[in-house]
């Protein structure tokens, strides 16, 4: 779990609208939105309904995606604000934890996060 302080609020969301760049993977979109050079990263993870309409499902995944966020949190580059979009799958709507820690690493990559 990320502290309080590195989760992102509303108002970062409005900027990250307007000014985020998108990186894509088969069951994720990064929305990343460069802040100033000093400050933590923040994060966040967004379930949509359309992914999963039990809400226990849903937090299990935004769970799931902060756990690898807490691994990979040493070796990240500051100054970021990121949005992680869960996409729907074909599937049956599973997700494994190392596909989504593979996934979440190759898109803070390709970012140039980490």
């Known amino acids: 779990m990320l502290p309080k302080k590195q989760k992102l ?10 000014n985020g760049k998108n990186f894509h993977s088969p069951h994720l979109t990064l929305r990343v939105y460069r802040a100033s050079e000093g400050i933590e990263n ?5 379930v949509s309904k359309k992914v999963s309409t039990k809400s ?21 580059r500051k100054g970021f604000s990121c949005v992680f979009f869960f996409k729907k799958t074909p599937e049956d709507g599973r997700f494994s934890e190392p596909v989504i820690q593979k996934e979440i690493i190759g898109l803070l990559q390709e970012a140039q996060v980490l």
Do not use: P
């Open 9 to 18: 609020t509303k108002g970062d969301f409005s900027l990250l609208g307007k």
């Open 42 to 46: 923040k994060y966040s993870f967004v």
């Open 56 to 76: 226990t499902q849903r937090n299990a995944l935004k769970r799931c995606g902060y756990r690898v966020i807490g691994k990979v949190l040493g070796g990240a």
